[in-house]
């Protein structure tokens, strides 16, 4: 299965950040197939506090033969088509489409995954990875996507941390899930 979290802060040329979100998601069926299940909206607060207008967010769960590769070049554009640039790390954005997860993979290696998933939270501010790693390497650290994701794959267990998405979401400070609201 494949794990997709989608975001927006920004209007995009399909509206504000809501519109936004529902014109990603028919997106994404047309590039995946009418197979996506999408979880409910939720608005989130800007990570980190104070980079922008709070996200509405949402998540997204479909079956593709695609290599991981080819999802996040078709992800990245779709972002583009949404008017999305590459700016400032974690700052405004029109649309975010995180490949979140594709199966069990863990992507380049187990070590390389862990590395960026330990990184101090300064250094993820900092730098991007050059290659895809798979799960999301801060996936485990975020309400704003284990919220949505619990709607539709509460079940799936991460591969390195051998947590569901309903065991990180419990693991997360209850201020923090709390913070994330549907809409």
Same mark, same amino acid.
């Given at each position: 299965?494949?794990l997709?979290?989608?975001?927006?802060?920004a209007?995009?040329p %399909?509206g504000d950040?809501r519109?936004?979100?529902?014109a990603a998601?028919?997106?994404?069926r047309?590039? /995946?197939? &009418?197979?996506?299940?999408?979880s409910?909206?939720?608005?989130?607060?800007?990570f980190?506090?104070?980079?922008?207008?709070? /996200?509405?967010?949402?998540a997204?769960?479909f079956?593709?033969a695609?290599a991981?590769?080819?999802?996040?070049?078709r992800?990245?554009?779709i972002?583009?088509?949404?008017?999305?640039?590459?700016?400032?790390?974690?700052?405004?954005r029109?649309?975010d489409? &995180?490949l979140?997860?594709?199966? &069990?993979?863990v992507?380049?290696?187990?070590a390389?995954q862990? %590395?960026?998933?330990?990184?101090?939270?300064?250094?993820?501010?900092r730098?991007a990875?050059?290659?895809?790693?798979?799960? %999301?390497?801060?996936l485990q650290?975020?309400? /704003?996507?284990?919220?949505?994701?619990?709607?539709?794959?509460?079940?799936w267990? %991460?591969?390195?941390?051998?947590?569901?998405?309903t065991?990180?979401?419990a693991a997360?400070?209850? &201020?923090?899930?709390?913070?994330?609201?549907?809409?």
């Open positions: 299965m494949t997709v979290a989608i975001g927006s802060n209007s995009s %399909h950040a519109a936004t979100v529902e998601v028919a997106a994404l047309a590039a /995946f197939g &009418d197979g996506v299940a999408v409910r909206f939720f608005a989130t607060p800007a980190p506090a104070g980079s922008g207008p709070d /996200f509405v967010n949402a997204a769960a079956r593709s695609d991981p590769g080819n999802i996040l070049a992800l990245h554009e972002e583009a088509d949404f008017g999305r640039s590459r700016g400032a790390r974690w700052g405004q029109s649309l489409l &995180d979140i997860a594709v199966g &069990d993979l992507l380049p290696d187990a390389t862990t %590395h960026w998933r330990d990184l101090p939270l300064s250094e993820q501010q730098i990875p050059e290659d895809l790693i798979l799960p %999301h390497p801060r650290d975020r309400a /704003f996507v284990l919220v949505p994701l619990a709607d539709v794959a509460e079940h267990r %991460h591969p390195g941390l051998g947590l569901t998405v065991q990180m979401r997360r400070p209850a &201020d923090e899930v709390a913070a994330v609201v549907p809409l």
